[in-house]
């Protein structure tokens, strides 16, 4: 008896020390809040949408998510005559951004009244913009968006649902999260492009639905010095995808640093990785369910596969490098996340000087900059692009109401101000 007891308070002292331990170890790296549960990036099911024409005969009110980034999962009316939209994701758990998008019209013009309701564990977060041509889209006036069950306690949460009051007519109003940028929309851009700059587009690979993984080629495609830029992993991030529009427009906008910049460097561009996700309307995941910028240690998903393929194949077919990677997101507010400078690669400090450059060349400008100390498990696409090729990584995260015309500025001057720096110097 008393021998066990000894013991055990024996293994309890040893468990506390491992504990006390363990927690100084963590201190001291900095990770005193403890890692990140990793999370399998196997794929799951998801819930496809039915996709069709919701109608209200007697009022002759007519929804559809038809279309490609149509997002509506189920429409009722309440007592108060308003039409109540439910927006569920692909598959839960997920990040919160409850994308939705939808047409409504009617046989005559009326006002109507939209309730967006989301699951239990998701808030409100994007007001809508309206189209009528599904090009050009503007805000919903604020003063037809009524916000309901925000904390009281606090200014900064979410709403739990919205009623928006919309004018509906004969000719259908596209209502979305965000400016819509189907796969149609991002692939149209990219063979402009493609065409201006007189660049070819290949296809990496296929997504798990089968739709083609694009990368533009541009620039010096057999030199050694090389660059990568990806976007929308994340189906909602449509100003993070404004941004890699800005971007690459100045790469290829005719003026001489940028035909010399494209003289000397190979600039390779995925500006879609999440095709099936965009579509089909998800709010985070690809059709396996999965969040892609998770899946850059284990591989598992045939967006990030294709990516990861390409790269070691390219450096292998150039002998050459890459000295710097871009991931284009979008969150609440502007921010970069670059890698800490303990980490150097092909090109130390690159990135920590760009970062300068852009807020010298922007007046007033203050950017948000979070240097991540985590290189390992990579997971997420900046830290593979280290770890595999020494590029000097970061994440570019545009807020999800930033002005347009910031972001486009924003984007043009990050631009001009890398061709800048990678520039060789000329006699
Ligand atoms: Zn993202």
Known sequence: MSNSRELRQETVGRVVLLTILTLFIFAAFGLAQGPEPVISTVTVPIEK?????????????????????????????????????????????????????????????????????????????????LSTDGKTWTPLDPQKIVHEGKDPQDEESLPRSAVISLTVSRRPVWVSAQELQPSSEVFAWMDAIAKKAGAPIEEIGKSREGRPLRMLRL??????????????????????????????????????ASSAFRRDWGIYVVSLMNPDGVDEGHWRHNQGGIDLNRDWQDFNQPETQAVRNFLSRRIAETGGRFYFGIDFHSTWNDIYYPMNRIYEGNSPRLVERWLGNIQAAIEGYEPRIQATERLFPTRVSRNYFFDCCGMEAIVYEIGDNTPRDFIRKKGEVAAVELMKLLSKPRP
Do not use: C
């Open 49 to 129: 949408q039915v996709r069709q024409t919701f109608e209200f005969k007697d009022d002759r009110v007519y929804f559809s998510n038809a279309f490609p980034g149509g997002r509506l999962n189920a429409i009722e009316k309440d007592e108060a005559g308003r039409y109540v939209v439910t927006i569920t994701p692909e598959n839960a758990p997920i990040n919160m951004s409850p994308w939705y998008a939808f047409k409504v019209w009617s046989r005559r013009k009326k006002e109507i009244q939209v309730r967006l309701v989301y699951p239990e564990y998701a808030r409100h977060r994007y007001d809508p913009k």
């Open 219 to 256: 620039g010096n495609t057999s030199s050694k010095r090389m660059m990568l830029v990806i976007s929308r992993q994340h189906p909602p991030e449509v100003t993070g995808y404004f941004a890699i529009q800005a971007f690459i427009e100045k790469l290829i906008d005719g003026s001489e």
